[in-house]
């Protein structure tokens, strides 16, 4: 009798190392988990100044599955034109990307509410002529980053326009686009425009030469087979926020004061963050130590006020490199205002000093706007403002409705009905979203300093939408703490 025996042969298997298998997300009432698709922008989410997450998206995000008690986890696809194909395969519940709604992309994903409009804009170096038309980009070098709608847009201009060509660049966002079209090694970019308006701060010869089609509203996308209860929980909470204000808060703190300096503005800046700011550091750096307040803060306070100028005076009698007044400088015991390091430092305790007079209610980075706007105009005035914003329908603790109100505390029908009378409001605004940008600018250019000492925060609640820009504690009383607006 013959016996077969059969041989097993084990041959080792061999994958592309490349190749994820990824399989499609379970229901997030399952698991409790929400599987969020992004992208690393400073328009999404990036890391910021305090080496934490944030960004719009991310923080509707965060503020989302808070209010609903899911957990996140999200997935980086880079470059961008990976993000909406692995949404379709279900690797993720929804895409917070920074994705517009087009007509052809409705046919394959399901769109939340808009929570933002961008319109796709064609960006020029103006150490060249700017570009009026397409006529004007035929014949050059122009550059799109792969996937974006943009894409869909200039298919659509070729038909009428066969001269038009372009390169698609596989890139994340068009940041590094941006960054090209400043050094001159392309000749346009085309981009969104709420994603030029913020790279425009760090590349100052880099401007908006002319509009292609109509604005797109930005929202999450979901896969078409979507959640039903996921789906109308989103809608909801857009239903919500823009209800009661806290969209607007996060606009506000994103976009709110970029368009507020021009291309010299910038340019002056960058140049003097090289030739200037290193001199003086040490000194910020130490007055972050003594105040818990960023020192690259301090830094763009230190530039609105005097170019980082330590000799500076002003006709008002405002002097030295934080120009701060004979008053202010006695009570904070500076014996030279024009010594650089002791205005730093008596500038740094000024600011801690006016954010600690804000009532406890008004949460940071408010908190800390508020105070650069008093540093310019004083506490009474601001608490004017305050004032006159609730009597307008606003929200006193918001600065994006306070900031509606200081230019008007220099028209008669205003400032005769408040309690300290006239002010030049305005200049308070234009100080306070000058050093917001160029405190934008320092925190993707400086590093941050690392403090000596440690703050204990344990019982602080948790902010997800806003994290706070400074280290240190608000104290609950001050001697200058002046009347506060009462809340309904």
Request: charged share 25%; aromatic share 10%; glycine share 6%.
């Amino acid at each position: 009798m013959r016996r077969y025996y059969a041989i097993l042969i084990t041959l080792p298997l061999v994958l592309d190392p490349g190749a994820v298998v990824q399989r499609p997300v379970l229901p997030v009432a399952k698991t409790g988990e929400l599987v969020v698709l992004t992208r690393n922008s400073a328009a999404t989410r990036y890391i910021d100044s305090q080496g934490r997450y944030a960004g719009l998206e991310y923080d509707l995000v965060e503020l989302f599955a808070h209010e609903e008690g899911y957990r996140v986890r999200y997935l980086d696809r880079q470059p961008f034109y990976q993000v909406l194909p692995a949404l379709e395969q279900n690797h993720a519940h929804l895409a917070a990307a920074g994705v517009s709604i087009t007509a052809r992309r409705l046919d394959r994903y399901a769109f939340g509410p808009s929570y933002q409009l961008a319109q796709t804009v064609v960006a020029y170096s103006t150490d060249n002529v700017q570009p009026h038309d397409l006529r004007d980009v035929e014949g050059k070098r122009l550059e799109v980053v792969k996937g974006t709608s943009a894409v869909d847009e200039l298919h659509r201009l070729r038909q009428r326009n066969p001269r038009l060509n372009w390169t698609e660049i596989a890139e994340h966002d068009s940041e590094g686009l941006l960054s090209r079209l400043s050094e001159g090694k392309v000749d346009y970019v085309v981009t969104d425009s709420n994603v030029l308006d913020v790279a425009r701060r760090m590349y100052p010869n880099v401007a908006r030469g002319f509009a292609l089609g109509d604005q797109e509203a930005l929202a999450w996308a979901f896969p078409k087979n979507v959640d039903p209860d996921l789906y109308r929980r989103a809608q909801e909470f857009f239903m919500r926020i823009t209800y009661d204000g806290r969209l607007r808060q996060l606009l506000e703190r994103y976009y709110g004061h970029v368009n507020r300096l021009d291309n010299l503005d910038v340019a002056n800046f960058l140049e003097r963050r090289q030739s200037i700011l290193p001199r003086y550091r040490a000194a910020f750096t130490e007055a972050q130590e003594v105040t818990g307040i960023d020192w690259r803060l301090l830094a763009a306070l230190g530039f609105q006020e005097s170019h980082w100028e330590p000799l500076a005076t002003s006709p008002t009698g405002v002097r030295g490199l934080m120009m701060l007044t004979s008053e202010t400088a006695d009570r904070m015991q500076l014996t030279d205002r024009l010594d650089p390091r002791q205005s730093i430092l008596a500038g740094a305790q000024y600011l801690q000093e006016l954010k600690d007079a804000m009532p406890n209610r008004v949460a940071d980075p408010d908190r800390t706007w508020f105070a650069l706007a008093a540093y310019n105009i004083g506490l009474g005035h601001l608490e004017d403002a305050r004032v006159l914003t609730q009597r307008r329908g606003g929200n006193p603790d918001l600065w994006v409705d306070v900031k509606k109100s200081l230019p008007l505390l220099a028209h008669y029908e205003y400032y005769t009905t408040l309690k300290r009378g006239y002010c030049r409001g305005g200049e308070a605004l234009i100080l306070t979203e000058n050093i917001r940008n160029y405190y934008d600018i320092l925190a993707r250019t400086e590093e941050p300093h690392a403090p000596t000492f440690a703050v204990l925060l344990d019982d602080e609640p948790e902010a997800p939408n806003i994290p706070p820009l400074s280290s240190r504690p608000v104290r609950t009383k001050s001697p200058t703490k002046p009347p506060t607006v009462q809340m309904p």
